[in-house]
């Protein structure tokens, strides 16, 4: 079975409209975070945020947050105030355990219209 | 400046030839990994490396080698190149403590083996 899951098509949405980006993982061990980066068209790999699994609160960093449904096992990226500069593809990620690896779920592109 | 850099950043090789990607940190981490982005594919961990003497493979390993020259050098050897080794690599590092330990990522090398 997958680890990391993303399966939307490729995503559009208006320029300063929020956008949500899905994310559902699959693990057994009690202790694991969840990362989204974002992967511009330039190519390099940015960090956007993250969230463990013992966090209470759905992380947030400036227009980004995480919508972290434990219980189904999901780690929506909401991105809200879309701007023309996010258009990239975005990643899922997740460590298990102490273990620093990260496993990659496929990507998700998004693309912001004018 | 770069905290992770990787050389070099483009590369055509012939199958049969041996290659070297070099990836070097200034961030003082411990961990390091070499991934391997195929369009659709997501990232795919190639090899990890949690201390000078700490090597692990990772999850498509053959046909690749790497080498921790120091905690600050991390490199990536193909042996004898074949053009399904075709890709983009991304060298990246993470640190050993407590809490989220995001990985940062090197620009990425856009490797072609003909």
């Known amino acids: 079975a997958q680890k990391i899951t993303q399966t939307q098509p490729g995503m559009f949405v208006q320029e300063k409209e929020a956008v949500t980006l899905d994310c559902t993982y699959d693990?057994?061990?009690?202790?694991?975070?969840l990362f989204w980066y974002k992967q511009p068209s330039s190519g390099e790999m940015i960090f956007l945020i993250y969230?463990?699994?013992?966090?209470?609160q759905n992380a947030t960093e400036g227009r980004y947050s995480l919508n972290f449904q434990k219980a189904r096992k999901s780690a929506n990226l909401v991105i809200s105030a879309s701007q023309l500069g996010d258009s990239a593809m975005y990643f899922c990620a997740m460590r298990e355990g102490a273990n620093s690896k990260l496993t990659f779920g496929k990507g998700i592109t998004l693309s912001v219209r004018p | 400046d770069a905290d992770v850099t990787q050389t070099p950043r483009n590369r055509i090789t012939k199958t049969g030839k041996r290659i070297m990607l070099e990836c070097s940190q200034t961030k003082g981490h411990d961990r390091m990994y070499w991934y391997r982005q195929d369009p659709g594919l997501g990232l795919r961990l190639i090899y990890y490396?949690?201390?000078?003497?700490?090597?692990n493979k990772g999850e498509i390993s053959d046909g690749y080698s790497v080498s921790r020259q120091a905690q600050a050098k991390f490199s990536l050897s193909l042996e004898s190149a074949i053009p399904n080794q075709t890709a983009l690599y991304f060298c990246a590092t993470s640190i050993s403590l407590a809490g989220r330990n995001e990985q940062y990522f090197g620009p990425g090398t856009r490797l072609t083996v003909t």
């Open positions: 969230q463990g699994s013992y966090d209470q």
């Open positions: 693990t057994s061990d009690p202790s694991y975070g």
């Open positions: 490396s949690f201390d000078v003497k700490d090597i």
